[in-house]
């Protein structure tokens, strides 16, 4: 079994940052895609970020250049530095591990004010 447990998320005024962190315990493949989602109130959970265990990154385009996925393969954890935030960036965000199967963690809000 495979736990995902997210943390970081929070309130922050536009402009700010917060970092995201997604630790994962149980059964994982060494070769592995982690990667951060968002949802918003009403619509549809969104692709923002992927890394690869070999280091390879791919970004949605309302984030690129904004925020920056990472990971610690010896901790299982991936990072989401988010700077630069606007208010439509206000979501619950999740993380997900794909190693064989699927797995998604229970998600952390963040609020961007105006």
């Known amino acids: 079994q495979v736990q995902l447990v997210e943390s970081g998320g929070g309130l922050v005024q536009a402009g700010g940052s917060l970092r995201l962190s997604c630790a994962a315990s149980?059964?994982?493949?060494?070769?592995?895609?982690m990667g951060w989602y968002r949802q918003a109130p009403g619509k549809q959970r969104e692709l923002d970020a992927v890394?690869?265990?070999?280091?390879?990154?791919n970004y949605a385009d309302s984030v690129k250049g904004r925020f920056t996925i990472s990971r610690d393969n010896a901790k299982n954890t991936v990072y989401l530095q988010m700077n630069s935030l606007k208010p439509e960036d206000t979501a619950v965000y999740y993380c997900?591990?794909?190693?064989?199967?699927?797995?998604w963690g229970q998600g952390t809000q963040v609020t961007v004010s105006s």
């Open positions: 997900r591990l794909t190693t064989g199967n699927t797995y």
């Open positions: 890394i690869g265990s070999g280091g390879s990154t």
């Open positions: 149980g059964s994982i493949f060494s070769i592995n895609v």
